[in-house]
């Protein structure tokens, strides 16, 4: 795996809607490889509609590419995100922590005018 730090980009920022942290590449390669399944899999990051503060982010990994997709690497971990969401967040940093205040992945998104409390909505 790269040594890539936080706050170093992989790919050109206008051609990525999202960005990985280097604690994010790392669980999700670690999750993905968890699957034992003999398929390619991708982080699948999307906006849906619903939830408290209008969308809510969907996180899951696909085996699936559309022809719209924007697909990103950050080292061996593929990132797929459909056209519609891609444009909702843009510019946004997707950061996984492990620590006694709560363990889980956290998206930072310049784009949300409001977010709930519980972090997984926005508008």
Do not use: W
């Not at 992945?105 to 977010?115: C, G, K, L, M, S």
Request: overall charge negative; charged content about 20%.
């Amino acid at each position: 795996m790269s040594d890539v730090t936080s706050t170093e980009v992989l790919a050109q920022p206008s051609a990525q809607p999202i960005t990985l942290t280097s604690a994010a590449i790392e669980k999700v390669a670690e999750l993905i490889a968890a699957e034992g399944v003999d398929e390619a899999l991708a982080l699948r990051v999307a906006v849906k509609a619903g939830g408290c503060s209008g969308f809510n982010y969907d996180m899951y990994f696909d085996s699936e590419v559309a022809g719209d997709d924007v697909v990103t690497e950050f080292g061996n971990v593929r990132v797929v995100v459909d056209a519609e969401s891609a444009s909702l967040l843009t510019g946004s940093t997707l950061d996984f922590a492990d620590g006694l205040s709560g363990a889980g992945f956290h998206i930072t998104n310049p784009n949300a005018t409001r977010t709930c409390g519980c972090g997984n909505s926005f508008s």
